[in-house]
């Protein structure tokens, strides 16, 4: 395993394990899913607050489960 780096992210310094962030773009529900819609009305509300929050504190998550989950078009 990668040891973990500082990097800035929302204009905050914070540590990151750069091969789990590859794993996190590649494989996280919401960054997959037809309801994200960032910067409309209609975005998902579910990753929305996970987002709000990750900029908040500096936190990267993978979404692996989700009830509201829809196939992109």
């Known amino acids: 395993m990668e ?12 540590w990151e394990l750069p091969e789990m962030d590859k794993v996190r773009r590649d494989n996280c529900m919401c960054l997959h899913c037809g309801k994200l819609k ?8 579910i990753a929305e607050y996970f987002f709000k929050m990750c900029q908040q504190h500096g936190n990267a998550m993978i979404m692996t489960r989700c009830d509201s989950w829809c196939n992109p078009i």
């Not at 040891?3 to 914070?14: A, D, H, I």
């Open 38 to 45: 960032k910067g409309d009305p209609n975005n998902c509300k």
């Open 3 to 14: 040891k973990p780096v500082q990097v800035e992210r929302y204009g905050q310094t914070v």
